[in-house]
């Protein structure tokens, strides 16, 4: 596989960003792409951008996108004080799965959370999602808590 390069996301990345969650069936379920919500995407994208502890990341092949995923260091006091990695919504164009690319991205971001001293690397994934499961078990993780969300918006 050629070499992936990871960048910051900029707003011209949004509609990328946005398409790949509405290619994906669950995500564009709960959070379907619109126009309505784009000030607001472009807002959170500010926020995570003047933030040294987010960073929402493109992924590109020769130059082109390929995927996005967001990166987030969480510092907390248990664990002796050690500091969390969250990785979120990990998305690989659907034509290029099954080449390597998410393994990449997310040998990548863990390489992140070791150097910044993170003591765990933790991510959510949706229950309806069995082959992510599957996915994020071979790379090492294991499904010790159960999440729960409460809806505000």
Known sequence: MT???YRDATPDDLPFIAALGDADEV?????PARATIAEEQRKA???ITTDPNHRLLVVERDGERVGSFQLSF???VSRQGAWRGQIESVRVIDSLRG???GEAMMRWAIDRCAEKGCGVVQLTSDRQRDAAHRFYERLGFEPTHT???MKLL
Do not use: M, S, V, W
């Open 3 to 5: 070499a992936l390069t």
């Open 27 to 31: 995500a564009a379920a709960r959070d």
């Open 45 to 47: 994208l500010a926020a």
């Open 74 to 76: 969480i510092p907390g």
């Open 99 to 101: 080449q390597g690319i």
């Open 147 to 149: 999440g729960f969300k």
